[in-house]
């Protein structure tokens, strides 16, 4: 629910700031006074379009910022994590709007683009009012209305799932199909470069092992000579290291023999012998076997050339040349087994074309039972808000892909094919007529006013259980409705309260007087300029405001007792 809302120079609004509770909050004031602006204002925090003339005059930004309690709104936390933020009981959402025209908006302090907030906004918040921010006027949210309304959700996941198979299966299917004739006419081309391949039988990492070889053999008697040299300076010659660490050590010994304190150096010096004694062995070892021979030398050469001939033809690395292989491999194969191929891809789409089948004509049973049930609530309810003569009719129609369909989206029933969409084969349109005699019509072509605030209430109130939109702002529902229609009005609206947080401008007491929390919103002069405030009420200041919409600006005794008739306040009440 929004729990509080900050407005800061836009339009007449110099600086307001209010705090909203759960239930039914109602926003009265004289015509003029700033009441839709609230509104307006509201929208740009849920992404409804900028105009750099709502900017008060004199301030280089306007900022609008609302607070949202978001505990629950599990469909708004995924949403939040796909796009890498993190979900919170608490929503704070700001936009900024500066006199040159740019927009920036910021969702708990994080900048966000307003694509973004828009579609946050579309999990908070339904706006019916002036601005086009209605749900139920969009035809395309209709099906999905419906299936929460009867509690579809489950099975069109299933059969969602079944259409991922099938689009899947499906795409496979086209492509290699689409491969075919490439295939064929690659095939002996394709045979040829794997021969040249597998003819050189190249293995991973082999070019390094080979390049050290090389490198080795054709320094081999540079090697044999220095390696000879070093033996004999540590080990063969007369006085060599080794000889000499000998004495060394000899003498540390005999010397510890008087002193101890040569006990460690005398050590260390025969470890160095071992040390040099063991080097001069290895390097004998490496000098014995090093090898001369010109025709491994050519033949490693070759090995090289030869490898480094198929890197330019096939990717200019060798693990290039390795993963080409397995491509090329991958589609002989696959021209060879052509047939066999298509048939079982084949065999996968027809398969996820009978789950999607199975499923989407139970989904469609099912929404034809939902339909029946929506359209007898809303009209019941049409009834009651002063629409006696409605005519209400959720409309089921499935599309026919024709006889050549364009892709293998579509399903047999019935003796026709029919395309399948997101949610089956149905599409689904609410129509309705609001005066007798007149046909029925899209609701999204119904002529806007009060007539279609009462519509859209009558349709959210059927709706609502199973609507999750946390929060329902009507702006001027009320107009052309008075009398016992207004008292009914006020009482869908109190109603639709019970699970929905509802913010509603109105003029008239029966809707009014059901306030949960009721705001006064009211222009005043401050140093020379316009400024709308907006205040919350206390119960008595709410009785006087509400004898003002029954009797005018002149409140007498007997207009405030009507009043307190009209909000069912008992004495008890009065008292405290």
Request: glycine fraction near 8%.
């Amino acid at each position: 629910m929004l729990t509080s809302l900050h407005i800061q120079n836009y339009a007449l609004i110099e600086d307001l700031t209010a705090s909203f509770p759960n239930g039914l909050v109602i926003l009265t004031g004289e015509t003029g006074a700033g009441k839709s602006i609230i509104i307006d204002a509201l929208g740009l925090v849920i992404g409804e379009r900028a105009n750099v003339e709502g900017v008060r005059a004199g301030a280089d930004r306007a900022v609008v910022e609302g607070v949202f309690d978001t505990a629950g709104n599990a469909r708004l936390a995924d949403f939040l994590r796909s796009t890498d933020m993190d979900p919170a009981d608490e929503l704070i959402v700001r936009r900024e709007i500066s006199r040159r025209g740019q927009s920036r908006c910021f969702v708990n302090d994080s900048p966000v683009t307003l694509t973004v907030l828009k579609q946050i906004g579309e999990f908070l918040v339904d706006l019916h009012g002036q601005h086009e921010h209605q749900s139920l006027l969009r035809p395309e949210t209709h099906i999905a209305m419906l299936d929460e309304f009867g509690g579809l959700e489950d099975m069109v996941r299933e059969y969602q799932q079944a259409l991922g198979r099938l689009r899947s299966a499906a795409a496979e299917l086209a492509d290699l199909r689409r491969r075919e004739q490439q295939l064929m006419e690659k095939r002996e081309f394709t045979a040829f470069q794997l021969s040249e391949i597998d003819a050189v039988a190249p293995r991973g990492g082999e070019e390094g092992e080979l390049q050290e070889a090389l490198t080795i053999l054709e320094n081999s008697e540079r090697l044999f000579g220095a390696t000879g040299e070093l033996y004999e300076s540590l080990y063969g010659a007369d006085r060599s290291v080794h000889d000499l660490l000998v004495l060394a050590r000899n003498q540390l010994q005999d010397l510890a023999a008087i002193d101890r304190t040569f006990g460690d150096a005398a050590r260390e010096c025969a470890g160095a012998v071992a040390v040099v004694a063991e080097l001069a062995r290895f390097i004998q070892s490496y000098n014995a076997g090093i090898e001369f021979s010109p025709e491994r030398l050519e033949e490693l050469r070759e090995r090289l050339g030869r490898l480094s001939l198929l890197k330019k033809k096939f990717g200019g690395s060798l693990e290039a040349v390795l993963a080409r292989r397995e491509e090329l491999s991958s589609e002989l194969s696959l021209a060879e087994n052509f047939a066999a191929v298509i048939q079982r891809l084949a065999g996968d789409v027809e398969s996820a074309r009978g789950d999607c089948s199975l499923l989407a004509e139970r989904l469609s049973a099912k929404r034809h039972e939902v339909a029946r049930r929506i359209d007898k609530g809303i009209l019941a309810e049409l009834s009651k808000l002063g629409i006696p003569d409605a005519k209400f009719t959720t409309r089921m129609t499935r599309e026919d892909p024709g006889d050549a369909p364009t892709n293998d989206l579509w399903i047999q029933a019935g003796g026709r094919r029919m395309t399948l969409n997101a949610r089956g084969v149905d599409q689904v349109e609410f129509f309705i007529s609001t005066n007798i005699g007149e046909e029925e019509r899209p609701l999204a072509k119904v002529a806007s006013g009060g007539e279609i605030s009462r519509v859209m209430l009558g349709l959210k109130s059927i709706l609502a259980r199973s609507d999750r939109l946390p929060v329902l702002i009507f702006d001027e529902i009320d107009v052309g409705v008075s009398g016992r229609i207004a008292q009914a009005v006020g009482k869908s609206l109190k109603s639709l309260s019970s699970f929905h947080q509802v913010v509603a401008i109105t003029h008239l007491p029966q809707i009014a007087g059901l306030a949960d929390a009721h705001f006064v919103v009211s222009k005043s002069e401050r140093k020379g300029r316009a400024t709308t405030q907006m205040r919350r009420l206390t119960l008595d200041e709410q009785v006087t405001e509400v004898a003002k919409l029954m009797s005018g600006a002149s409140v007498t005794e007997t207009a405030r007792a009507g009043a307190r008739e009209l909000m069912g306040i008992t004495r008890s009440q009065r008292a405290s």
